[in-house]
């Protein structure tokens, strides 16, 4: 039986779409038959949610120093006890790109990273000044000396050779687990139908020109248009929820705050926008069930979950290029926009002039697309057969491109 680590940083929610993803992985790998630990660090929500990565077994380690970095002694004390066959890091920049990078140099084995997109242009742009002496330091013999480097999608590959990396590329994606269709309720249009963004409340997200498109569009609004308010679902990052208050009291949108104990998504608040605060389990299928669509106007993702979770959901989709999910835009389950202020405008204009019919069949295709691309069985098969090909060798898997 295969042995092996995936080393992440936080293994709870704080870790955001990655909580998700490398749980979920981890847990199907398992039924495939490979023995799946992972180590990751310890916080404060960390007591919460660890029962979540069962029957997986997982290690949360008390870290010392800047806590972004997240080092332990017991990533490698944890490695050498348990001697992997192969090791898979989620993520860079972190202490346990330097944790895999020496235990496999000590040890001989491969090892396969995910950076989640943390190699995209913006990524590499935000806090440049931080990642340099890491790259040099660490990072670029991690990245180098990777046997596999895991990429959610073909731009991301497209990302690996621009920043100079020639290690063969797997193209897995993220997966998703699809609800029971029974489970989604059916709007209530008392008040008004829901746009949901759920996500960090993070400048890259794109949400201030989502703000500044969703005021822009109220006014261009015809009679027979159903209202709809804007629901911002998650947890803020750097005060930028409060910047995102100001600007809505600049252009005169009403808002509401933090009152997930009680929303529920078709209840009779008529707050323009509408900061509810993080939202986990149960209360997020609540939001996604009662919700009427979903927007990701975002400057960078690797491969976003929460589109996935929207798709689930039967939620039609207004996203941008940069969600690496062109398959949306094929299938007809999503509306493209860029960027900037004036085609998210546009784009939540052709979304608001969608009757109810349009949207649910706009929401199914997103559901089939899923169904037939990004389920967790399909994803966990395809790494599976990476896992044994980088012990075994042979001819390299259909998803692998060597360069």
Not at 375 to 393: E, F, H, I, R, S
Request: charged residues 25%; contains cysteine; glycine residues 8%.
């Amino acid at each position: 039986m295969i042995r092996c680590n995936n080393l992440t940083g936080p293994v709870s929610r704080s870790a955001g779409g990655l909580y998700e993803s490398v749980r979920r992985l981890a847990q199907e790998l398992r039924i495939t038959g490979i023995e799946v630990a992972v180590l990751g660090s310890l916080d404060e929500f960390t007591k919460t949610d660890i029962a979540a990565w069962d029957p997986v077994t997982i290690r949360a380690f008390r870290t010392f120093g800047p806590r972004q970095f997240g080092y332990s002694h017991e990533y490698l004390e944890f490695l050498k006890a348990y001697r992997p066959h192969l090791i898979h890091t989620h993520g860079i920049w972190i202490y346990s790109s330097m944790a895999t990078l020496i235990h496999a140099k000590r040890c001989g084995i491969p090892y396969m990273i995910s950076p989640h997109g943390m190699l995209d242009p913006w990524a590499l742009r935000n806090s440049r000044w931080k990642k340099i002496p890491a790259y040099w330091l660490y990072e670029r013999a991690h990245l180098n000396k990777a046997s596999v480097m895991r990429a959610l999608c073909e731009s991301e590959a497209e990302s690996f050779r621009k920043f100079g990396l020639k290690n063969p590329i797997a193209i897995i994606p993220n997966g998703i687990d699809l609800p029971e269709e029974s489970s989604r309720k059916a709007a209530n249009h008392e008040g008004k139908k829901t746009l949901l963004f759920l996500g960090r409340i993070h400048p890259k997200k794109g949400l201030s020109n989502l703000i500044r498109a969703f005021a822009r569009s109220r006014g261009s609004r015809g009679e027979n248009h159903e209202q709809w308010h804007l629901l911002m679902v998650g947890w803020d990052q750097g005060g930028h929820e409060d910047e995102l208050m100001q600007l809505c009291g600049e252009l005169e949108l009403s808002i509401s705050h933090k009152i997930h104990k009680n929303h529920t998504g078709n209840d009779r608040d008529d707050a323009d926008v509408i900061f509810y605060g993080p939202a986990f389990k149960e209360e997020k299928e609540l939001l996604l069930n009662s919700a009427d669509a979903f927007v990701l106007p975002s400057f960078s993702e690797g491969l976003p979950m929460s589109v996935l979770e929207a798709w689930a959901h039967g939620l039609p989709v207004v996203m941008t290029p940069e969600c690496n999910l062109p398959e949306g835009f094929a299938a007809d389950a999503a509306i493209r926009t860029e960027t900037d202020v004036e085609s998210i405008a546009q784009g939540l204009e052709a979304l608001f002039s969608m009757n109810d019919a349009d949207l649910k069949e706009m929401g199914a295709r997103g559901r089939a697309l899923v169904r037939q691309k990004f389920t967790w069985q399909n994803v966990a098969g395809q790494m599976k057969d990476v896992y044994d090909w980088m012990l075994g060798g042979g001819m390299p898997p259909s998803c692998v491109e060597i360069s």
